[in-house]
């Protein structure tokens, strides 16, 4: 009865060693396999929650970070929105100053004042309610809704304004036709060079080296670009219903008969040919088929910058 329930376990290490028996009860074995293989399955279930919680803090590191991310992305939209704010800010009183630069350039005639008008103490009186609205304050958002749209609209007419007057400049002969030089003879009645004689100039006269460069004045159309008598080699750009400029005793010509020039755009050489003395360019303008003094419309860059 005994041998069923126990099993005997013989040792040996060799035919000469003693044998070594051990008695084994099957309930004993039975229950040795029993903890094992439940343990193996605990340790398998812990395994496995470990990898889940590992996993688990892998996906919330993952999440902080965007988190993190998204926090750095507000705090850096949010600085954005100040210096934005900040930006239109200055925007408007830049439009301001603008503005008021633009106003100060107004060219037409003042209206006379009445005779009768009261002696004046200085200063502009204000409506009242002009006055307490001056004294009120607002938000500096609020600001800015009721005056950007006032303001850029008053800055998109005066760009306009600006813009055309640019155009209408390109075709008005305003730079010196020269790269180089010095005036020998101004418009007007002048001794004749060759006979001596009292006769009118309808030009300007500039010296300088063989073949300076010669520039359009204006923008327009050439309609000469050949020997002329005594202006030599002589063009003649068209710039409009307005101006029409003359560029004589020229050495070489580099434009033809109907090509479209820009001001600054070289046309020739400065020369001698024709009835002439050195070499020297012979300039003229006409305004409306008059002929007019260049020397006021050379000068004109620089009387824009003294005011």
């Known amino acids: 009865m005994s041998n069923k329930k126990t099993w005997t376990i013989i040792l040996s290490s060799g035919p000469q060693s003693p044998i070594k028996q051990f008695r084994l009860r099957k309930l004993v074995f039975y229950f040795s396999i029993g903890f094992v293989f439940m343990l193996m399955i605990v340790i398998a279930g812990l395994s496995s929650s470990l990898n889940e919680i590992t996993n688990e803090k892998q996906n919330l590191i993952v999440k902080l970070e965007k988190r993190t991310a998204e926090m750095e992305k507000v705090k850096q939209d949010y600085l954005l929105l100040q210096q934005e704010a900040l930006t239109v800010q200055q925007s408007i009183e830049e439009f301001k100053q603008f503005e008021e630069r633009i106003s100060n350039l107004n060219l037409e005639m003042p209206i006379d004042i009445a005779s009768d008008a009261p002696d004046g103490s200085g200063g502009m009186q204000f409506p009242k309610q002009i006055q307490d609205e001056i004294y009120q304050t607002s938000p500096m958002l609020m600001e800015i809704k009721e005056e950007l749209p006032d303001l850029i609209e008053k800055f998109e007419e005066t760009l ?18 020269a790269a180089e030089g010095r005036i020998t003879s101004r418009f007007g009645n002048r001794r004749d060079p060759f006979n001596w004689n009292t006769r009118f100039h309808s030009g300007i006269d500039i010296a300088a080296p063989l073949n300076t460069p010669i520039f359009a004045a204006a923008d327009g159309t050439v309609v000469m670009a050949r020997n002329n008598g005594g ?9 409009g219903s307005t101006y029409e400029t003359l560029y004589a005793h020229l050495n070489r010509i580099d434009v ?31 305004r409306d088929g008059e002929h007019i003094d260049p020397y006021l419309y050379m000068k004109f860059h620089e009387r824009d910058q003294s005011n």
């Open 160 to 177: 306009t304004q600006l813009t055309k007057y640019e155009k209408e400049l390109r075709t008005v002969p305003t730079i010196i036709p």
């Open 256 to 286: 033809e008969v109907g090509d479209k020039v820009n001001k600054g755009d070289i046309i020739a050489g400065m020369g001698t040919t024709g009835r002439s003395t050195g070499v020297h360019l012979h300039y003229e303008i006409k």
């Open 231 to 239: 202006y030599g080699l002589t063009v003649v750009i068209d710039h």
